[in-house]
């Protein structure tokens, strides 16, 4: 994974819209009185601290993220004894702590490469204590966009190119796919949780309305700012997809756009 220092997904997870869709993984994901909760992929921890705000009977939350960085950041938010964070990739989980009762992948498992997906969810089953439940989310799956916003994105994308042409720049064709847009349908979600070793696996679709300001917050993630534009100039490339975006919404008149997140989960 790769992480870029000021375009982190910070700004995007302070969004209600983030807390809504933590507090979905949440009542999937319910651990008991008492019980260990791993947050696989913590980042900065602002997942792990609506974790702890929404679930103050469990007994403790480790977050687990290969970033030092951003382990800095999140241990200077989190200073619950309840809290604590472990350095290493989500790949290596069931090394890096004891027996877990759930395990939750808040929006992370784009970040890893799509041949790689099996394996994590392989530790996070040996990291669950029997019974245990692992699930995870993310806005990056084959199914996401409704078809009736395809005009939305089309529009967007043109009016973001005129600000690049502006500056004297364009949109680059990327031939090979960033990690993040090496997406998944639900279905194949699903039979990663069977092959890691799940039963009674489910994938829930959920659709939220995302308004200017939570589409300008995505605008500041390094993943998706390359992902949509090609060019490495982070600050180039998140200006341009905002000032399209804003004229996408005075344009077309939009309150807010529609786009599904994935829930899939399972039982060990």
């Given at each position: 994974m790769t992480f870029v220092h000021g375009y982190e997904f910070d700004a995007m997870s302070r969004r209600p819209l983030y807390g809504d869709v933590t507090q979905r993984l949440v009542d999937i994901c319910e651990a008991p009185e008492g019980g260990v909760v791993a947050d696989v992929g913590c980042g900065s921890g602002l997942a792990t601290e609506l974790l702890l705000e929404?679930?103050?009977?469990?007994?403790?939350?480790?977050?687990?993220?290969?970033?030092?960085?951003?382990?800095?950041?999140a241990r200077a938010r989190l200073t619950d004894p309840k809290v604590r964070f472990v350095q290493g990739r989500a790949q290596d989980v069931e090394s890096l702590t004891g027996p877990v009762d759930v395990a939750v992948l808040s929006n992370v498992m784009h970040q890893i490469p799509a041949d790689e997906r099996g394996a994590v969810l392989a530790g996070c089953h040996r990291l669950l204590a029997p019974g245990g439940r692992c699930a995870l989310n993310t806005l990056f799956y084959e199914g996401a966009v409704l078809p009736g916003t395809r005009p939305f994105y089309t529009h967007w994308l043109r009016a973001t190119r005129a600000v690049l042409r502006d500056r004297g720049t364009d949109l680059v064709l990327v031939r090979e796919r960033p990690v993040a847009m090496q997406t998944l349908t639900p279905r194949q979600h699903e039979d990663l949780f069977a092959d890691a070793g799940f039963s009674q696996t489910k994938s829930e679709e959920a659709e939220y309305t995302w308004t200017l300001a939570d589409w300008e917050a995505l605008c500041a993630y390094s993943v998706f700012i390359e992902g949509a534009?090609?060019?490495?100039?982070?600050?180039?490339?998140?200006?341009?997809?905002?000032?399209?975006?804003?004229?996408t919404f005075e344009e077309l008149e939009l309150s807010g756009v529609p786009r599904r997140w994935l829930f899939t989960w399972g039982v060990k």
């Open positions: 929404r679930s103050a009977h469990v007994g403790s939350i480790i977050g687990i993220d290969p970033s030092e960085h951003e382990l800095t950041i534009t090609g060019i490495s100039d982070l600050a180039l490339g998140s200006d341009a997809l905002i000032r399209g975006l804003r004229t």
